[in-house]
């Protein structure tokens, strides 16, 4: 079958390069983005007197029907079209006539397609900020119920020093509100409309493409018809602040997966987010951790596909450009994906805070705490320092840990200390006492909460 595009060649090609030139199987997901848009461009070619209303009603009417048939199930797409413009063009033109084909008029799929991919992310955009919202507070309601749980808080994965488990939480939460605030941001310039540029030069017909953007959601048109048809930024930029998420659900992966071990045990996985193993039927699995974490990997894939493939393009559009579109459904999908699965893991997560308590007592966490101690009592941090690392040391040899010690052992070090360095060692009074903006302590966590819940309800 000859191409709608045949003339300047006959039009006919092989079947292995029709394979290799189709993008149906892929951008057929922009069917409802395309009709929609082609809805909005029959309207203005009407509103300018370019096509009659008696046609724009034909189109119109035509489009609406193709849209509810496919949303109903009652139109397959065709694999054998080269794309889904060409596939909603064939079918109207099928059901209408020739009228159909008046629909191209004042556009090229390259700027259609511009539109229909700004389109499309832009509804997934929003899908992504509701997902990532829902895991901001998901996050929040678990901090809230654990921030009096203290643990211990690393670096190096070394205990470092006291935390709550509460504020470990709230640590991902302020990495989603950056998320969220950088998807907002995306959204702002992906929400330009690139119709009208047409195949790279713009139109010799007086169209509105104001009113067209109007009509579509737009905030605006592209000002450069070159780079209207060219620009693949917005995907860029989209998929890389899904990098970035997958990045953060990831960190938080491999913790749920160590927390989660025999070796830690600060928490149980649900039951529905984990499996066991196919021999050893001890074993409880956190593989939708170990998948959300492996997938990040691919994520960040899908961004160097895309960012390979624009690099050496001139302008303007380049069949390269095809090659867009499976990379950056790929990560939307993904992350979307990701995005409910991490919540589920959170909502379903009971935490083990006696574990997390045992494991704070064992790790001199508070020795931080024992030199401020004396720092308090005039002694230069330096030899606080010096002096709290070698109790330290002292107690491993011995088997003893800083809240137990003799004050008669510290007094060999200091006649400094007195029995009230007990409390100011206490793992609670640690926490406790960390009361500066963003701490660990409960009601700084309480205060971090407040922020987010505010944030999110504007």
């Given at each position: 079958?000859?191409?709608?595009?045949a003339?300047?060649?006959?039009?006919?090609?092989?079947?292995?390069?029709?394979?290799f030139?189709?993008?149906?199987?892929?951008?057929?997901?922009?069917?409802?983005?395309?009709?929609?848009?082609?809805?909005?461009?029959?309207?203005?070619?009407?509103?300018?007197?370019?096509?009659?209303?008696?046609?724009?009603?034909?189109?119109?009417?035509?489009?609406?029907?193709i849209?509810?048939?496919?949303?109903?199930?009652?139109?397959?797409?065709?694999?054998?079209?080269?794309?889904?413009?060409?596939?909603?063009?064939?079918?109207l033109?099928?059901?209408?006539?020739?009228?159909?084909?008046?629909?191209?008029?004042?556009?090229?799929?390259?700027?259609?397609?511009?539109?229909?991919?700004?389109?499309?992310?832009?509804?997934?955009?929003?899908?992504?900020?509701?997902?990532?919202?829902?895991?901001?507070?998901?996050?929040?309601?678990?901090?809230?119920?654990?921030?009096?749980?203290?643990?211990?808080?690393y670096?190096?994965?070394?205990?470092?020093?006291?935390?709550?488990?509460?504020?470990?939480?709230?640590a991902?939460?302020m990495?989603?509100?950056?998320d969220i605030?950088?998807?907002?941001?995306?959204?702002?310039?992906?929400?330009?409309?690139?119709?009208?540029?047409?195949?790279?030069?713009?139109?010799?017909?007086?169209?509105?493409?104001?009113?067209?953007a109007?009509?579509?959601?737009?905030?605006?048109?592209?000002?450069?018809?070159?780079?209207?048809?060219?620009?693949?930024?917005?995907?860029?930029?989209?998929?890389?602040?899904?990098?970035?998420?997958?990045?953060?659900?990831?960190?938080?992966?491999?913790?749920?997966?160590?927390?989660?071990?025999?070796?830690?045990?600060?928490?149980?996985?649900s039951?529905?987010?984990?499996?066991?193993?196919?021999?050893?039927?001890?074993?409880?699995n956190?593989?939708?951790?170990?998948?959300?974490?492996?997938?990040?990997?691919?994520?960040?894939?899908?961004?160097i596909?895309?960012?390979?493939?624009?690099?050496?393009?001139?302008?303007?559009?380049?069949?390269?450009?095809?090659?867009?579109?499976?990379?950056?459904?790929d990560?939307?999908?993904?992350?979307?994906?990701?995005?409910?699965?991490?919540?589920?893991?959170?909502?379903?997560?009971?935490?083990?805070?006696?574990?997390?308590?045992?494991?704070?007592q064992?790790?001199?966490?508070?020795?931080?705490?024992?030199?401020?101690?004396?720092?308090?009592k005039?002694?230069?941090?330096?030899q606080?320092?010096?002096?709290?690392?070698?109790?330290?040391?002292?107690?491993?040899?011995n088997?003893?840990v800083?809240?137990?010690?003799?004050?008669?052992?510290?007094?060999?070090?200091?006649?400094?200390?007195?029995?009230?360095?007990?409390?100011?060692?206490?793992l609670?009074t640690?926490?406790?006492?960390?009361?500066?903006v963003?701490?660990?302590?409960?009601?700084?966590?309480?205060?971090q909460i407040?922020?987010?819940?505010?944030?999110?309800?504007k």
């Amino acid at each position: 079958m000859a191409k709608m595009w045949a003339g300047r060649t006959g039009g006919i090609t092989e079947k292995l390069a029709d394979d290799f030139n189709s993008s149906i199987r892929f951008d057929s997901k922009m069917y409802r983005e395309d009709i929609t848009g082609s809805i909005a461009h029959a309207k203005m070619l009407s509103k300018c007197g370019i096509i009659e209303n008696s046609d724009a009603d034909a189109l119109i009417a035509g489009l609406e029907g193709i849209l509810s048939d496919i949303d109903n199930g009652i139109l397959d797409f065709d694999p054998d079209c080269e794309d889904i413009h060409m596939f909603v063009e064939q079918v109207l033109t099928e059901r209408i006539g020739d009228v159909g084909k008046k629909l191209h008029t004042a556009r090229s799929r390259n700027d259609q397609v511009a539109l229909d991919l700004r389109m499309y992310l832009r509804s997934r955009t929003d899908e992504m900020i509701e997902k990532a919202t829902a895991l901001v507070n998901a996050y929040t309601e678990k901090a809230e119920e654990y921030k009096s749980a203290i643990m211990p808080g690393y670096t190096h994965l070394q205990r470092a020093q006291p935390i709550t488990f509460g504020h470990h939480l709230m640590a991902y939460a302020m990495m989603l509100l950056r998320d969220i605030d950088r998807l907002r941001d995306c959204r702002k310039r992906m929400n330009v409309s690139p119709i009208g540029c047409c195949a790279l030069a713009g139109t010799t017909y007086n169209t509105d493409r104001f009113y067209e953007a109007e009509l579509l959601g737009f905030d605006g048109i592209t000002l450069n018809s070159l780079d209207g048809v060219s620009d693949r930024d917005f995907s860029v930029e989209l998929m890389s602040n899904i990098a970035l998420i997958m990045m953060h659900l990831s960190r938080f992966s491999e913790e749920l997966i160590l927390w989660s071990s025999w070796e830690f045990k600060f928490i149980e996985l649900s039951d529905s987010y984990t499996t066991g193993s196919s021999i050893m039927p001890q074993k409880k699995n956190p593989d939708m951790a170990e998948l959300v974490r492996g997938k990040t990997g691919r994520v960040y894939g899908d961004l160097i596909t895309l960012l390979t493939a624009l690099k050496g393009l001139p302008l303007a559009y380049n069949k390269d450009m095809q090659e867009d579109k499976e990379c950056v459904f790929d990560s939307v999908e993904t992350v979307i994906m990701c995005l409910d699965i991490t919540k589920g893991m959170i909502e379903t997560m009971k935490a083990i805070p006696e574990n997390m308590l045992k494991a704070a007592q064992k790790g001199f966490i508070n020795a931080t705490d024992l030199a401020d101690y004396l720092v308090k009592k005039g002694m230069p941090f330096r030899q606080a320092y010096k002096i709290s690392g070698g109790i330290v040391a002292d107690c491993i040899k011995n088997g003893q840990v800083l809240e137990t010690l003799p004050l008669s052992e510290y007094k060999k070090y200091s006649d400094v200390f007195e029995e009230d360095l007990y409390n100011e060692i206490d793992l609670k009074t640690c926490v406790e006492k960390r009361i500066s903006v963003g701490g660990t302590s409960v009601a700084s966590v309480e205060a971090q909460i407040k922020y987010v819940k505010e944030i999110l309800a504007k």
